[in-house]
């Protein structure tokens, strides 16, 4: 029964909708069943007890007391008896009180009865109040005797009949009672019988309409977060589960769709971080070019790819680079699209927006301006030239990302695709757009890296022809120097006959001035070779304490004739640098034959090789004039001499402490300058020890 | 007592050289580029040969590497005369077969010194 109702497939809620009702209805058909078999037993109770039986009662009591007076009166006319008189008298006030009440009580069909009981009993007193007059036992008395008896039986016949009657009436109306509690007993009993098989059977019903298809929902859920993504739910069972399925699936569809999106996100990010690689792989701006076109075309899936870079003083911005996804990179000169003018590509580079269009060749037919176009583009539409190159290639759509650093536009990257199923995506328009932007970072390093380089190449180039100078004019001077010089000899030698004074003197003086050049010819070429780094190709490990006892030999002569002491200190351990042995050298030559040149007669040179705070340190002190200290911090300046050194006319060029300093420095290392004037000079040069193997142990 | 062939291109050089060892009682040819210096020495081997390195056509340092590729002057004893213009030159020099060098600017004495020197370790 309620199995019809609660289809398969239909609302639970209007499935227990249904069921409440039913229940409902039973339970007030119930109640209300109850309330009127209550009702109506209760009245039929008031009937018997209020009416039927206070009325049989009188009736009863009235026979009573009129059989007393007939019997008392009867008595009375037989015996003579007063008392029975009396007896008589009081039944007969009796009676008639008695009857008053039961016509009180009379109702419906007693009513009519009482009524006549009335009548009778007044015919019948009327006849023995004679008879009671009467004497006893008179003739009189036995005259009237029959009647009286017939006209009592008269009422006792009435009043047996009502009383018969009302016994049946109420038997009928108990019967009556008793049947209809019985019927509406089993009536509540079957609705309420009813009413725990609706209720059971909607229960039982629901829970296995419920049951299945919410274990089916549940069961696709914990695949779903399992991670099986093709599960989805049977959309079956009641309305609001086969809701439930339907969302389920819905998000499960959603998911695939977001991870979907995702994917292609993470795809598109991988090729992007690859192209952005090899893109920075050669700071080339072809290179750059290639890669980007290739990289954005194929990751992108594009069928056009073109990267355009704007050209100094040029008012167009032509294609660098087109590639196509059908034949790849596309040679250099193939006229794909026509240059774009310049004030598009600024426009563009301004507004820092990738433009894209979905649907060009539409807007292209028409010749319409471009919505959302950088400049004349997007004001005046395309030019015909471009048009037609877009109706050629059967551009469909287009995204377009200018890249530039700064204020300046470099140019853009165009991607194009020739399917009209294919529109770009927003995601694929993103990834467009910093990849772009990647690319356009890379040109400009590769541009500024060309630049560089070609200055550099300028800067060598330049470098090589100062050297070439530089030995050039070395060579140039030498030459006529060695004239000089060596005619002087033959002349001082008097190889051409003998001098006077005065000549030896003059010759002398042509002598001085002749070797300062010559000097000054080879440290200017020292310097220039050194300041062109030319020497490092020589560097090898050298032990300073080998160079510093050298060096002391060399200038030991000169030390001598200048009566100067010359000391030396070295650590017993070798200090071993990575240098060039020659270069050093001069540097120690440099300082020596400086601090011997300074130090007057008595004097003394020491040379101090040491190892402090990882460095190997060597000073030349001296006890020579010293340093003017306002002069000490040009020092190191080309051509600069001390003043105090050219008023005593020693000769120098002002180049050797510009050699040593450029020389430490080549070798990473530092120059100090420590002097007073008239006390002396203390020169320190700091240079990096070299990783020795010999304490480490190792070979 | 030896002759000498002196090529240089500056001619004030040449008679400085070939006055001093003319002093010194060599006998003296001087010419003014390789392409003459190697004809003269082929012409008439000296027992030395000074040689410019820095000479307009052929250099110094080609006309040595020609002496020792041929047999009859393999041997002969050449002292380059350099500028060190560049670095290496000294190196390039041995390299191409020269017995000593003398630097420019130099000392006539030193010059003539070297030269006996050389001329004598060739006669040992």
Not at chain 1, 134 to 143: H, I, N
């Amino acid at each position: 029964m309620s199995g019809a109702i609660l289809r398969r497939g239909d609302s639970t809620a209007r499935r227990l909708g249904t069921a409440f009702g039913l229940l409902i209805a039973l339970l007030l058909a119930l109640g209300a069943g109850a309330l009127t078999c209550a009702l109506w037993v209760d009245s039929t109770h008031h009937e018997v007890i209020e009416e039927l039986e206070p009325a049989q009662d009188a009736n009863v009591y009235l026979h009573s007391r009129a059989a007393i007076m007939h019997r008392s009166l009867r008595t009375y006319l037989l015996t003579g008896d007063r008392n029975e008189l009396e007896s008589y008298d009081v039944a007969r006030a009796d009676t008639f009180a008695a009857l008053s009440s039961a016509q009180r009580h009379a109702t419906g069909m007693s009513r009519a009865s009482f009524a006549r009981q009335v009548d009778q009993l007044q015919s019948y007193v009327r006849l023995v109040d004679q008879q009671a007059k009467a004497e006893p036992r008179s003739e009189e008395a036995v005259r009237l005797t029959p009647e009286a008896a017939r006209r009592f039986d008269a009422f006792e016949a009435t009043n047996l009949k009502l009383d018969a009657q009302l016994i049946e009436h109420i038997e009928r109306v108990e019967n009556r009672a008793a049947a209809v509690l019985e019927g509406s007993t089993a009536a509540i009993g079957v609705l309420l019988a009813l009413a725990v098989l609706v209720g059971v059977s909607t229960a039982l019903n629901t829970t296995r309409a419920l049951t299945r298809p919410l274990g089916n929902v549940e069961r696709t859920l914990g695949r779903l977060t399992a991670g099986d993504r093709m599960a989805r739910a049977r959309e079956e069972g009641p309305l609001e589960i086969r809701a439930v399925a339907r969302s389920v699936n819905e998000l499960a569809d959603e998911r695939d769709r977001l991870r979907a999106i995702e994917e292609e996100r993470e795809r598109l990010s991988e090729t992007a971080r690859r192209t952005g690689v090899a893109v920075r792989e050669h700071l080339d701006v072809d290179h750059v070019l290639d890669t980007a076109c290739v990289g954005i075309g194929e990751g992108l899936d594009a069928d056009y790819v073109f990267v355009m870079l704007t050209e100094e003083n040029s008012p167009l911005v032509p294609v660098a680079r087109a590639w196509s996804a059908r034949r790849g990179l596309l040679p250099p000169g193939e006229q794909t699209i026509p240059p774009v003018p310049g004030e598009v590509v600024r426009e563009h580079y301004r507004r820092g927006e990738t433009w894209s269009l979905n649907g060009l060749n539409a807007q292209v037919a028409d010749g319409a301006p471009l919505p959302g176009a950088p400049g004349s583009f997007g004001s005046s539409g395309l030019p015909p030239q471009a048009r037609a190159a877009a109706e050629d290639l059967g551009l469909v759509s287009v995204v377009v990302t200018p890249i530039g650093v700064g204020e300046d536009p470099l140019g853009a990257v165009f991607l194009a695709r020739t399917r009209p199923d294919k529109p770009w995506r927003p995601v694929e328009i993103e990834f467009a757009e910093s990849m772009a932007t990647g690319v356009g970072r890379a040109l400009h390093s590769a541009v500024l890296y060309e630049q560089e380089t070609h200055l550099v190449e300028k800067l060598q180039a330049l470098d090589r022809a100062k050297s070439d100078f530089m030995s050039t004019v070395s060579h140039e001077l030498r030459t006529p120097l060695t004239s000089i010089v060596g005619y002087i000899e033959l002349l001082k030698d008097e190889d051409t006959g003998p001098l006077s004074q005065p000549q030896r003197h003059m010759l002398d003086v042509v002598d001085r001035n002749a070797n300062r050049l010559r000097s000054l010819i080879e440290d200017l070429l020292t310097l220039s070779r050194i300041e062109s780094g030319a020497f490092t190709s020589n560097m090898a490990a050298v032990d300073l304490r080998e160079l510093v006892g050298s060096a002391t030999d060399a200038i030991k002569p000169a030390a001598e004739a200048a009566s100067v002491e010359l000391e030396t200190h070295c650590p017993e351990q070798p200090l071993i640098l990575h240098a060039d042995g020659e270069q050093l050298d001069r540097v120690l030559m440099n300082l020596l034959s400086n601090a011997v040149k300074f130090t007057p007669e008595g004097g003394r040179v020491s040379v101090r090789a040491d190892r402090r705070d990882g460095e190997a340190v060597l000073s030349v002190s001296d006890t020579g004039i010293g340093i003017p200290a306002k002069e000490q911090e040009k020092l190191f300046q080309r051509f600069f001499r001390a003043s105090n050194a050219t008023d005593a006319a020693i000769p120098g060029t002002g180049l050797g402490l510009t050699i040593v300093r450029t020389i430490v420095a080549n070798h990473g290392g530092e120059t100090e300058v420590q002097s007073e004037e008239g006390r002396g000079t203390t020169i320190t040069a700091r240079l990096p020890i070299a990783v020795t193997h010999d304490a480490t142990g190792g070979p | 007592m030896a002759r000498v062939l002196i090529a240089d291109d500056d001619a004030d050089i040449r008679d400085l050289v070939a006055f001093k060892l003319l002093q010194s009682g060599h006998e003296v040819t001087a010419v003014e580029d390789g392409m003459a210096a190697l004809r003269a020495l082929r012409e008439q081997p000296p027992d030395l040969a000074l040689l410019d390195i820095r000479m307009p056509g052929m250099s110094g340092l080609d006309v040595c590497r020609e002496l020792r590729a041929a047999p009859e002057t393999a041997t002969l004893p050449v002292i380059m005369i350099t500028a060190r213009s560049q670095e290496g030159d000294v190196e390039v020099g041995f390299a191409a077969g020269a017995d000593d060098y003398i630097i420019k600017p130099f000392s006539p004495r030193e010059l003539s010194s070297r030269v006996n020197a050389v001329l004598n370790r060739v006669e040992r």
